[in-house]
């Protein structure tokens, strides 16, 4: 959907009040809810259930963002919050107001949201200033070109008014498409895949910026993602779907160290995945035991344990009580990936992957002890 369509039907702002009255909100109730709340949504694209009974409430200058793989439900989300998709079970409000649900249904223009997409969505034939001004139809002239140059420059492109989308680089049409978002000072600011477009480089310093922008400006905000990285790095909760479904809700850490499920532990990074039996509250491991609470003696589990969980040590004597075969090791930059072979107690090999910080490039065919950190081990039933 396009800018021109969002700003479309003007007209119907005569109606908003009396969806408002139809909503049954007042003001006062306004300044305890959350500036974006979906209760209970669902939604269907013919047979397939894309969304299925997400309730999620955002509070005013906070960031969450949307993530999970391909199809799992997270941008259908993003546009029934916007307004782009008719709702068709549930509820949506904003800073206390029902903007959809049972008998209302307000436009995307009268939400008070602002949108920055994918392909962000420039006019070509207009400059970068009147492309931030033209979200700003209520307002004079002067009051127009005073808050789209205030916006430019919340994201660094002043210098750059006169200018066409044309002429920038795709770091920089992101900023004006972030600009144009900012300028109308809306309660909330839902952004779809904004940083997928640019180069692995390019996009980690627009991200930056980007953050730093979204935190000065106190809007509530929703990102929607594919890249858990990214979402780590830029939400105070994150809000990780699958199938439609709401898996887990939480802050970075909470996601990353205490996963509900194997999706959620294995979706935030590669993991050593094992299927073992559970005997006396713990399950069996090459590389120790790991408690498995919850999971009655004898039962089947699969633990997945994350590469940096497995410490090494070269030279390992004959005192180590874990030792593992060196396949390969890999310099990553930051890290080391250490290709192992451990020995198993039904006498097979294990495969694992070990990531140590820094350089640590044992050669092929050597041999190493491992200790094994069972706050990066996690246990659940097969």
């Given at each position: ?104 249904s ?21 400059s ?27 994201v ?8 066409f ?13 972030l600009?144009?978002a900012?300028a ?7 952004l ?31 990102i ?8 780590m ?28 499920d ?10 050593n ?72 107690d ?37």
């Amino acid at each position: 959907m396009t800018p021109d369509s969002l700003i479309a039907g003007r007209a119907r702002r005569a109606s908003t009040e009396a969806i408002d009255a139809a909503a049954g909100r007042d003001a006062a109730a306004a300044g305890d809810a959350p500036a974006l709340a979906l209760d209970h949504v669902s939604h269907r694209f013919g047979d397939m259930l894309a969304v299925d009974d997400v309730s999620l409430a955002v509070g005013a200058g906070e960031i969450v963002c949307l993530v999970g793989p391909s199809g799992c439900g997270k941008s259908t989300l993003l546009r029934l919050a916007a307004g782009l998709e008719d709702l068709q079970s549930g509820a949506v409000s904003i800073a206390g107001r029902a903007v959809a649900g049972p008998r209302v249904s307000m436009p995307p223009e009268d939400r008070g949201i602002g949108l920055v997409f994918q392909d962000y969505a420039l006019f070509p034939h207009l400059s970068v200033l009147d492309n931030v001004r033209f979200g700003l139809r209520d307002l004079r002239g002067a009051e127009q070109a005073r808050r789209a140059r205030s916006a430019l420059a919340q994201v660094g492109m002043e210098g750059h008014a006169e200018s066409f989308p044309h002429m920038l680089s795709g770091g920089q049409q992101q900023r004006v498409a972030l600009a144009r978002a900012l300028a109308p000072r809306p309660r909330v600011l839902l952004l779809d895949e904004p940083f997928s477009g640019l180069d692995t480089r390019l996009r980690r310093q627009v991200r930056d910026d980007t953050l730093h922008v979204l935190q000065q400006q106190g809007a509530a905000t929703v990102i929607v993602t594919h890249d858990p990285e990214e979402a780590m790095f830029l939400a105070d909760r994150i809000a990780l779907m699958n199938a439609g479904k709401l898996v887990q809700l939480g802050a970075p850490v909470d996601l990353y160290c205490r996963p509900v499920d194997a999706f959620a532990a294995s979706f935030f990074g590669e993991v050593n995945r094992l299927e073992t039996k559970v005997g006396g509250g713990e399950a069996a491991t090459p590389v120790g035991r790991v408690p498995a609470p919850g999971i009655p003696d004898g039962s089947g589990a699969v633990v997945l344990i994350r590469p940096e969980a497995l410490l090494l040590s070269p030279d390992p004597g004959d005192t180590a009580p874990v030792v593992a075969r060196v396949e390969a090791a890999r310099m990553l930059g930051r890290s080391s990936l250490v290709h192992l072979s451990v020995s198993g107690d039904a006498g097979n090999t294990v495969h694992m992957h070990a990531r140590v910080p820094g350089q640590f490039l044992p050669e092929e065919g050597s041999w190493v002890s491992i200790a094994l950190d069972g706050r990066q081990a996690f246990v659940f039933p097969a």
